[in-house]
C-alpha cells in the first residue's frame, strides 16, 4: 500500500519544528526514524497533510546523564541507546528490555521518543518509563512542560501531547544503588509485538512491577513488604483489575495467567 499524498518539510532546529506545529496543527506530524508512523502511512490509518522530519536537528541528538536521571534526545536511536556505554549500570531495565524491541535494523532507525510517543501497550520502552517513573518533555511555541509516564500515555496509541506539541527528550530516573530489576515477555516470535511484557524493580522492601499488553496502557502495581504466601494473591488481584480482553492473538484468561506466571518469577528474580 501506499501513503496518501503529503508535504515534507526537514527542519534544523526545533523553534523551526514547533512553528510549523502551531501552523498545521493535526494536520501535521513529527517524524524522526518512521519505524512506527510509516506504517500506519502505508496502511492509511494516518493522513498528515504535511511530515515535519526532525532527524536532523542536533539538539535533540544524544544521550545526557547527570547525578539523577539519563535524558535521551528525540532522535536517539533505540541502537544508539543500547550502544551507550552507561546504560548496563545507569538504566539496566531498559537494557535488558532493548534487545526485544523489533530486530537490530529497526532499533538502528527507531527512536526512542517514537516509541513512546506511539504509545503501543505492548511497547517496550513505554513500560519501562511508566515503571521507572520518568517523564517526556513537550515543547511547543506556547510553553515546554514535562509530563510523567503516567500522565503522558493515556490510552492505546493515545498521548496528552497536543497537536501543537512535539517530544523533545525521554528522561529516565537513573538506578538506585541498592535497587535490583528484571525483564521478560511473551511474543510468538522474537521480534514481535509483546503478548505480555512484565518488568519488575525491587528497592529495600518496596516492590514494583509493570505490565505491558494487558491494558490499554502500561500499567504500575507496588507493593511494600511483599511476603512469599501472598504473592499469588497479589498479582492475581493485579491481573484482574487491569481487564485485558480477546483478540487474535491471546485470550483475556491467558494474559491473566502470563502476568501471574511471569510476575511471580520477575519478583523471585529481583530477591536473589
Known sequence: MKPAPFDYIRVDSVDEAVELLGEYGDDARIIAGGQSLMPMLNMRLARPEVLIDIARVPELAGIKSDANAVTIG???????LEEWDGLA???????????????????NRGTVCGSLCHADPSSELPLCLALLGGEV???SKRDTRRLAADDFQIGVLTTAKEPD????????????????YAFAEFHRRHGDFAIVAVAAMRSGNTVR??????????????????ENNVIDDALNDFAWDMGGSDD????????????????RQLIEETAQ
Open 74 to 80: 528525540a532522535v536517539t536511536t533505540q541502537g544508539a
Open 89 to 107: 549500570t545507569m538504566l539496566p531495565i531498559v537494557a535488558q528490555a532493548l534487545p526485544n524491541i523489533g530486530h537490530f535494523q529497526t532499533r
Open 137 to 139: 518533555e513537550l515543547c
Open 165 to 180: 506539541e512535539m517530544a523533545t527528550c525521554a528522561i529516565f530516573p537513573k538506578a538506585a544503588e541498592d535497587a535490583s
Open 209 to 226: 512491577l509493570a505490565v505491558g499488553g494487558v491494558a490499554d496502557r502500561p500499567e504500575v502495581r507496588e507493593w511494600q513488604g511483599l
Open 248 to 263: 487474535i492473538h491471546a485470550t483475556a484468561r491467558f494474559r491473566r495467567e502470563l502476568v501471574r506466571h511471569m510476575g
